[in-house]
């Protein structure tokens, strides 16, 4: 399964939206709802902040939120704060019957 | 609460196996599947495949079909991956994770073991 595409950085000032979009193909994103995005701090294990597209767990913050449109999904975080400043990974089912993950984007908060 | 707990950092030369492990505690360790993800330095998440922890079954990832191995032995709740073949490419960060059968997310996630393949 080839690795999802994801822009490698995104900035926004605090207070401001931003949006990390994540594309595959018909063969993952497009194929199913089961994209999840995981914020991962500098030698840190990845935490869980979206499932199933939109889906958030427990505990996370609504600020963030997840979408999907055709072959990409998106991760949308508003009202940024400085410690959302972290990388942040797309992951996918695929028709491969495993999971690939994005490459990753770096959120600067400046 | 929900633990996963990896094993510690290791060296290894090129060519040999590797080995970690990932004890669950704070749940039905039977209930869930284990998966397991990669990540060099400075890179990216890599997904390597999953065990089912009821019927030991495991699902691995094209790119490491042949040289990966995941077990479980359900009486001390750890889930095992073994990696053969090492180069040193294969120097990263290996993590387990928790996932629901039937589920496409992965909600808890080990510390990581650093692996490190040098001559």
């Known amino acids: 399964q080839s690795a999802l595409t994801q822009p490698a950085s995104v900035s926004g000032s605090p207070g401001q939206s931003i949006t990390i979009s994540c594309t595959g193909t018909s063969n993952d994103v497009g194929n199913y709802n089961l994209v999840s995005w995981y914020q991962q701090y500098p030698g840190k294990a990845p935490k869980l902040m979206i499932y199933?597209?939109?889906k958030r767990p427990s505990g996370v913050s609504n600020r963030f939120s997840g979408s999907k449109s055709g072959n990409t999904a998106s991760l949308t975080i508003s009202g940024l704060q400085a410690e959302d400043e972290a990388d942040y990974y797309c992951c996918s089912y695929g028709v491969s019957g495993t999971y690939g993950f994005g490459i990753g984007t770096k959120v600067i908060v400046l | 609460q929900v633990h996963l707990m990896q094993s510690g950092a290791e060296v290894k030369r090129p060519g040999a196996s590797l080995k970690v492990s990932c004890k669950a505690s704070?749940?039905?360790?039977?209930?869930?599947?284990i998966h397991w993800v990669r990540q060099a330095p400075g890179q990216g998440l890599e997904y390597m495949g999953w065990i089912n922890s009821n019927s030991g079954g495991p699902t691995y990832a094209q790119n490491f079909q042949g040289r990966v191995t995941m077990t479980r032995d359900t009486s001390i709740s750890t889930a095992y991956m073994e990696l053969s073949g090492l180069k040193s490419d294969d120097t990263a960060m290996y993590y387990c994770?928790?996932?629901?059968?039937?589920?496409?997310?992965?909600?808890?996630w080990g510390q990581g073991s650093l692996v490190t393949v040098s001559s």
């Open positions: 199933e597209v939109t």
């Open positions: 704070g749940y039905t360790f039977i209930g869930y599947f």
């Open positions: 994770a928790r996932g629901r059968s039937g589920s496409s997310y992965f909600d808890y």
